[in-house]
């Protein structure tokens, strides 16, 4: 069982930077894919972008490529989202998850609020 905690959300105004940062405890964290999602207002989750914990390999949604960035510390158990030059329209909860060899994401963190202002 996975368990995932977010923080680092907040309000920050555009073209400022802010960093997530994905908590995880459990076991065999090096068989997951770690994954960040957002969700704005009115709109269907979206998918940000993603990296393997047993590796840097990392994706991107096309609307943040270039502008965040994944990241991981196997000691602290976390994975971050640097998110720089940011747009009111990255105004979302974004979520972490996790997905046991990259097939399904079972397991979500409880989101944290991001509010980029004009």
């Known amino acids: 069982q996975v368990q995932l905690v977010e923080s680092g959300g907040g309000l920050v105004q555009a073209g400022g930077s802010l960093r997530l940062s994905c908590a995880a405890s459990g076991r065999g964290f090096s068989s997951y894919t770690m994954g960040w999602f957002r969700q704005a207002p009115g709109k269907e989750r979206e998918f940000v972008g993603s990296i393997r914990w047993s590796g840097s390999s990392t994706s991107y949604a096309d609307s943040v490529k270039g502008r965040f960035t994944i990241s991981r510390d196997y000691a602290k158990n976390t994975v971050y989202l640097q998110m720089n030059s940011l747009k009111p329209e990255d105004t979302a909860v974004y979520y972490c998850?996790?997905?046991?060899?990259?097939?399904?994401?079972?397991?979500w963190g409880q989101g944290t609020q991001v509010t980029v202002s004009s």
């Open positions: 998850a996790a997905a046991f060899k990259g097939v399904q994401y079972d397991y």
